[in-house]
Structures are given as C-alpha cells and as structure tokens.
C-alpha cells in the first residue's frame, strides 16, 4: 500500500478536461497541477460546476484528462486504454459513493467479495478477505445481512469494507455522508480518520463544510481551477461525537 520515499501518490500536471456541449466546448478542468502523497486525509471542495467531480473522475480514472499529466503511485495513466484503467482501479483505488451502490439481493459478505470477482481471486480467499473487511469496518456480525436489513451507516460501513478488500492505494469517497444523518456521518468520518491512521490515503469530494473540517488539507475547486490548496489542524471527530452524544 506503500509507495517508495518522495514518490507522491496522485500527481497531475497541466490536465485539462474539456465536453462538447452542442456547439459549445465546456472547459471543466483548466491547467490543474498538484500532487497528494501516500498518507494524506485530503477534502476536495467546490461549488457545483467548479471541476471538483470531474477531478475526482480523473484521478480515478473514470476518466482521461484531455491533455496534461496523470501519474499514480508513478506510473503514468492518462493515456492508458479503458480496459488498461479498468485494471488500475480495481488494484489501486476503493470507491465509496454517496449511495452505496449495494446489491439489494446479496448480502453484506458477498457485496464484499464483488471486487475481488473481478480480479479473479478463488471463492475461499475472496471468503477470508471479505469477512476480514467487514471485521474492520465493525460490522463482522452483519455478514449474511442483506442492505435492506440495514441501516444507512451499516450499508456504507459495506461499501467502504468494499472499496478496502483489494487494499487500495487510495480510498476516493464521493459525498460519503450525504446520505446520512449528523450523528451517522461523524461516525463514517471517525472511519475514515482510523483508517487514514493505519495508512490509507483518503480523498474526500465534498461540498460540506461540516465534512471538510475534518481534513489534514483542503484543496478547492472554482471554474476548472485550484483557487486554494492549504493544510489545517483538524476538528476532532471523536471530541464531536462525545458532544453530541451530550446532546442527546
């Protein structure tokens, strides 16, 4: 999960991404450069329409930047064929999106094992993996439960078990708390935080203040640019779920 010393993780340079619109060409990323090392807890931040979403789809890649640089963990992917990015993001990258994107007729175990289909991997170690990962998301008793015999938190507790059983480099959530209420989300944060101390990187795309406080940096969107990229002291997510179990 580890990269070498003073290899950054995700590092993009010059990309662009640009959309026919009719007649109309949409420049939806305009010459960003940045980098984002192994380690790091990053919120991605913007106003709808301010290239945020199309950034994450990059550096995921769901997608190619029209010109410009793309290197993850070192290699370069901007150019790589769709069956070639396929491939990266099922070894390098976890997903975990605002609507879980659950199967509704498997359970919690197999939801897991989805991943790891793709990759080939044999039934007994898919198996071993996917109870592994629900095991560390807290939800190993929730095994044989199907999404609709749980709650929201639960079924995004599956989906980010999801994302980790191939052991990503990185761990992209698109507005993973969007779905859920504040006392759920704090909890999916203090998720995310535990993990981001074990040494995942975690990229978070967000519009949600509330969200991005909990953050080490956080690099904001405006028309297809970086406005402002700046590290900060982050809110304690345990000091706040104490407050608001006060509250209640």
Request: include cysteine; hydrophobic fraction near 45%; glycine fraction near 10%.
């Amino acid at each position: 999960m580890m990269d070498g010393a003073g290899t950054a993780l995700v590092a993009v340079k010059d990309i662009t991404r640009s959309f026919r619109m009719g007649q109309e060409t949409v420049q939806a990323l305009a010459g960003v450069s940045l980098e984002i090392a192994t380690g790091e807890f990053v919120a991605v931040m913007g106003p709808s329409g301010s290239g945020k979403s199309t950034f994450m789809n990059v550096i995921g890649c769901l997608d190619r930047p029209t010109s410009g640089v793309y290197r993850l963990a070192g290699e370069e992917v901007s150019r790589l064929s769709a069956t070639a990015l396929a491939g990266v993001r099922n070894r390098r990258i976890g997903f975990v999106f605002q609507q879980f994107n659950l199967l509704q007729r498997a359970d919690a175990l197999a939801n897991v094992e989805l991943p790891m289909v793709y990759a080939g991997i044999a039934g007994a170690e898919r198996h071993r993996r996917a109870r592994a990962a629900l095991a560390r998301v807290g939800l190993a008793d929730r095994a044989t439960h199907r999404p609709m015999e749980l709650s929201g938190g639960q079924q995004q507790r599956v989906a980010i078990a999801r994302a980790l059983v191939n052991e990503p480099a990185m761990l992209l959530a698109d507005e993973p708390t969007g779905a859920l209420d504040s006392r759920t989300s704090l909890g999916i944060i203090a998720l995310f935080r535990a993990l981001n101390a074990q040494g995942m990187t975690v990229i978070i795309v967000t519009h949600e203040e509330e969200v991005a406080r909990f953050a080490d940096r956080v690099i904001r969107f405006r028309d297809g640019k970086v406005t402002t990229d700046g590290r900060q002291e982050p809110a304690d997510v345990v000091a706040e779920q104490s407050r608001l179990q006060g509250v209640a």
